[in-house]
T-cell receptor
Framework: AQKITQTQPGMFVQEKEAVTLDCTYD???????LFWYKQPSSGEMIFLIY??????QNATEGRYSLNFQKARKSANLVISASQLGDSAMYFC????????????????FGKGTLLTVNP | DSGVTQTPKHLITATGQRVTLRCSPR?????VYWYQQSLDQGLQFLIQ???????AKGNILERFSAQQFPDLHSELNLSSLELGDSALYFC?????????????FGEGSWLTVV
């Protein structure tokens, strides 16, 4: 079974500081992908960053980086130089096979972390 | 703009009614996913289609059905609606085939059942 765990229901950070949002996962599929999404109060789900299980380097996208520790099954999101507009719900998600044949996939989400950036 | 288009953005309907949610994936994406987001259940995977074929099924109720058409747009049909079906319904699409590493979501359809 696939599982994503986000242990921080809420986080606070000061503007311009860096923040790390935690995510651990569990899957028996050797080929999987890890995603982070941002959901502001308006509701849309915004794709931030992707890390493949075979990628050797940690993914980076602008101020977002993914701290991928495969042995520990963790995929933490680091946001550098936080901005007020970063205040939102952040979801970690994993795409993995639903069956042993690996032909059917689904994206499993964690419960999310509500990030508040203080001025 | 993710390139995934969902309509309608908001709808209010009565219990027992039926609604259809529509999704147009990003240009070139063959996979479409449907998700339901509610306060108590979080984000729940409903179903996935790839190039017109159903590929994966999640916690989709029997009252719900979906399909993907030859032009790759998808529809999610919700029937015999109950109050508990009130939620935000997302469509997402992905490229690079079934194992696409970019999965983009539409803005969602807010459904309120009264």
């Amino acid at each position: 079974a696939q599982k994503i765990t986000q242990t921080q229901p809420g986080m606070f950070v000061q503007e311009k500081e860096a923040v790390t949002l935690d995510c651990t996962y569990d899957t028996s599929d050797p080929s999987y992908g890890l995603f982070w999404y941002k959901q502001p109060s308006s509701g849309e789900m915004i794709f931030l960053i992707y890390q493949g299980s075979y990628d050797q380097q940690n993914a980076t996208e602008g101020r977002y980086s993914l701290n991928f520790q495969k042995a520990r099954k963790s995929a933490n999101l680091v946001i550098s130089a936080s901005q007020l507009g970063d205040s939102a719900m952040y979801f970690c998600a994993m795409r993995a096979a639903m069956n042993s044949g690996g032909s059917n996939y689904k994206l499993t989400f964690g419960k999310g972390t509500l990030l508040t950036v203080n001025p | 703009d993710s390139g995934v288009t969902q309509t309608p953005k908001h709808l209010i309907t009565a219990t027992g009614q039926r609604v259809t949610l529509r999704c147009s994936p990003r240009s070139g994406d063959l996979s479409v996913y449907w998700y339901q987001q509610s306060l108590d259940q979080g984000l729940q995977f409903l179903i996935q289609y790839y190039n017109g074929e159903e590929r994966a099924k999640g916690n989709i109720l029997e009252r719900f059905s979906a399909q993907q058409f030859p032009d790759l747009h998808s529809e999610l049909n919700l029937s015999s609606l109950e109050l508990g079906d009130s939620a935000l319904y997302f469509c997402a699409s992905s490229g690079l085939g079934v194992t696409g590493n970019t999965i983009y979501f539409g803005e969602g359809s807010w459904l309120t059942v009264v």
